[in-house]
Nanobody, 115 residues
């Protein structure tokens, strides 16, 4: 059974930085893609950043130039470095992993950016 564990959320002032981590367990296979979604209060969940097995990354327009996604040396780990955080970045951040056509989700970690 695949399980994803996120860490690194918290409270930060605008302009600050946070690094989210996600570690997946329960499979011997390397995920085709890993990444992060977020959901702000009252809004739909949106893609923040994703990275393929080959290292290709894509970002939401709102975070380009501020966030950097990377895969760890350990199998099936993914990080997102978030710099120059804005109050609009506040939300619950969910790690996801995709193996062929199946997606798995973490429980989420809260990021709060104060102005």
């Amino acid at each position: 059974q695949v399980q994803l564990v996120e860490s690194g959320g918290g409270l930060v002032q605008a302009g600050g930085s946070l690094r989210l981590s996600c570690a997946a367990s329960g499979t011997i296979f390397r995920f085709n893609a890993m990444g992060w979604y977020r959901q702000a209060p009252g809004k739909q969940r949106e893609l923040v950043a994703a990275i393929t097995e080959g290292g290709s990354a894509n970002y939401a327009d709102s975070v380009k130039g501020r966030f950097t996604i990377s895969r760890g040396n350990a199998e099936n780990t993914v990080y997102v470095q978030m710099n120059s955080l804005e109050p609009e970045d506040t939300g619950v951040y969910y790690c996801f992993c995709r193996l062929v056509t199946t997606s798995y989700w973490g429980k989420g970690t809260l990021v709060t950016v104060s102005s």
